[in-house]
């Protein structure tokens, strides 16, 4: 049975990628990291959150695999993608398909705001 978790930028699945199918599993999550491409990520930000993913996996791993559990997972790793939003470690796509900021507005520096965010 398939039991997946989706959040706006998190899609979890309980379930392999084979031929551009999800094929249901109990023993592989697949994590869809930003799906409607909302921020712009480095390599390095995006192995930052496969590694929170797998942290919180094996936190979790003694719990029964459910909808619940997985969406706590997800709703820590939309936490943790806010974090990097606040940190600039990751920034809005303004040429994304979707813009409407489900973080907070983008921080743009100018000389009348320079600083105040900090």
């Not at 989706?6 to 392999?16: C, K, L, N, Q, V």
């Not at 990520?41 to 930052?48: F, G, P, V």
């Not at 993913?53 to 909808?67: A, I, M, T």
């Amino acid at each position: 049975m398939l039991v997946k978790s989706t959040t706006r930028h998190i899609r979890i699945y309980s379930a392999e990628v084979k031929d551009n199918e999800l094929i249901p599993s109990e023993n592989v999550l697949t994590l869809d990291v930003d799906p409607d491409n909302e921020f712009i990520w480095s390599e390095d930000t995006l192995q930052k959150v496969y590694r929170q993913f797998d942290q919180l996996v094996e936190e979790n791993n003694d719990q029964d695999l459910s909808e619940y559990n997985l969406r706590r997972i997800g709703s820590d790793l939309e936490h943790f993608i806010r974090s990097l939003l606040l940190k600039g470690e990751i920034s809005y796509n303004l040429g994304a398909r979707v813009r409407n900021y489900s973080m907070g507005l983008p921080r743009m520096e100018s000389p009348d705001t320079e600083g105040a965010y900090l």
